[in-house]
């Protein structure tokens, strides 16, 4: 039973254009959301997270958005550069449960010239 | 910053072979998690540990051990290595206490023959 879906594999975008990266979730007490980056033959690394007391987090090009009564996050990038292309998982936390992170499948992000 | 290392990159063994996949990290954290990555799957917690020779069972341990002896090291055993564990696999360390960043090694790709 997948609780943390990314329904996109892939998305391609323009260079300079706004690229979103979205994830549904099914289980009602994930309270912490996170997204990170992999590059090809590297780990993870971690990009930017949000609290569900929250709907809306940024960090330089990398805003991050909540609904939670639609369950939905999404990860928007701008503007997209070509060092963004990767593979960008979301992940999901119930924040009594010693830290596990539930992750989704994966979206991979090409941006061209 | 953060090091999470981990003690092979590309690992080949034979199938019924004892595989150890070793984990290092250096900023005193207090859980340690093994993942597998395969495509269309995303990541997949496998075993993890939030004290010392303390572990829990994530969603896929069948044919996994594991083994924290020491604080900073995390081990992942396959007792008898079967093709179907032919995988990408990532350990990361998050440092607990309300923080739930994990950070991740860099990975290792191991093919069962």
């Known amino acids: 039973d997948q609780q943390v879906k990314q329904n996109s594999p892939s998305l391609s975008v323009q260079e300079g254009r706004i690229s979103i990266l979205n994830c549904d979730y099914t289980?009602?007490?994930?309270?912490?959301f996170l997204w990170y980056k992999k590059y090809p033959a590297e780990g993870p690394t971690f990009l930017i997270s949000i609290s569900s007391i929250k709907d809306k987090n940024e960090d330089g090009r990398f805003t991050v958005f909540l609904n939670k009564s639609a369950k939905h996050l999404s990860l928007h990038i701008v503007p997209s550069q070509p060092g963004d292309s990767a593979v960008y998982f979301c992940?999901?936390?119930?924040?009594?449960?010693?830290?596990?992170?539930?992750f989704g499948t994966g979206t991979r992000l090409q941006v061209t010239l | 910053d953060v090091k999470v290392t981990q003690s092979s990159r590309y690992l080949v063994k034979r199938t019924g072979e004892k595989v150890f996949l070793e984990c290092v990290q250096d900023?005193?954290?207090?859980?340690m998690f093994w993942y597998r990555q395969d495509p269309g799957l995303g990541l997949r917690l496998i075993y993890f540990?939030?004290?010392?020779?303390?572990?829990e069972k994530g969603d896929i341990p069948e044919g996994y051990s594991v083994s924290r002896e020491k604080k900073e090291r995390f081990s992942l055993i396959l007792e008898s290595a079967s093709t179907n564990q032919t995988s990408m696999y990532l350990c990361?360390?998050?440092?607990?206490?309300?923080?739930?960043?994990?950070?991740f090694g860099p990975g290792t790709r191991l093919t069962v023959t």
């Open positions: 289980n009602s007490m994930f309270d912490y």
């Open positions: 900023m005193d954290h207090e859980n």
């Open positions: 990361a360390s998050s440092p607990g206490q309300g923080v739930y960043e994990q950070y």
């Open positions: 540990s939030y004290d010392v020779k303390m572990k």
């Open positions: 992940a999901a936390s119930n924040t009594g449960t010693a830290s596990k992170l539930t």
